[in-house]
Structures are given as C-alpha cells and as structure tokens.
C-alpha cells in the first residue's frame, strides 16, 4: 500500500451537496477495500490566474493509502466528472509518509590510502611539483 494525496478543484458555484456525490464516486474504487480516505476541506479560494473562465474553486484535499490500481480508477472518474476544474493526484514518497522500508547495512568499502597532501589549498603550486 503506497500513501497518496489528491487535490481536487471544483467549481466555485457548485454547492456542497454536489460536490458530496462527485467525491463519493471518485473515492468509491479506494474505499470498496476497506481503508479510509481522510477529506479536508479547503473551502473556496482565489486563482493566480483564469482557468476554464473562472476565478475561483473550492478546494477538497483527499489522503489515503492504496494500490496503484484503484488510484487509476480515482483519476479516470475525476477526469470525466464535469464539476471538477482540475485535479491533480500525487504519491507520497514512503520516507515522507513516516514508511520507511528497513534497508540492509550498506557495507563499508575497504579503506583505500589517502593520498599525501602536502597542506597547500587544492590549486595552489608549492614548488615539489615540477
């Protein structure tokens, strides 16, 4: 099971009982296994710029846990529903998500001699090469 986020743009006219069935829809392949997709609700924000001729959406950030498979089924519904401006979905890396895997010990190369140095900073001529 891999962590991921998906933030998503609705339209800014859209009320919140139509923006219930969409997210309903859109996380029903995640949620049909049993884990739990955890809904923040960013409410209605302003755009840097125009997109689709509007100036703002309302911005719902969804967060769980899941195979690829399903997550590809949350993008293709997203993609198709007419209330969403856009979306954008992103895994989070497993150190980020507090996952991270127990490596092996890396081994240690056999220690290799130094070369000599002679004090000089690296670059600076001190006369013994010639």
Known sequence: MRAYEVVVIFDATLEEEAI????????APITKDGTKATTDRWGKRRFAYELKKRWEGNYVLLAFNSEPGPVAELDRVLYLADEVLRHKVMRIPEKVAGRQRPTRPAET??????PATTGAPAGVATGAES
């Open 20 to 27: 219930r069935p969409v997210l309903d829809r859109a996380t």
């Open 109 to 114: 190369p056999p220690a290799e001699a130094a």
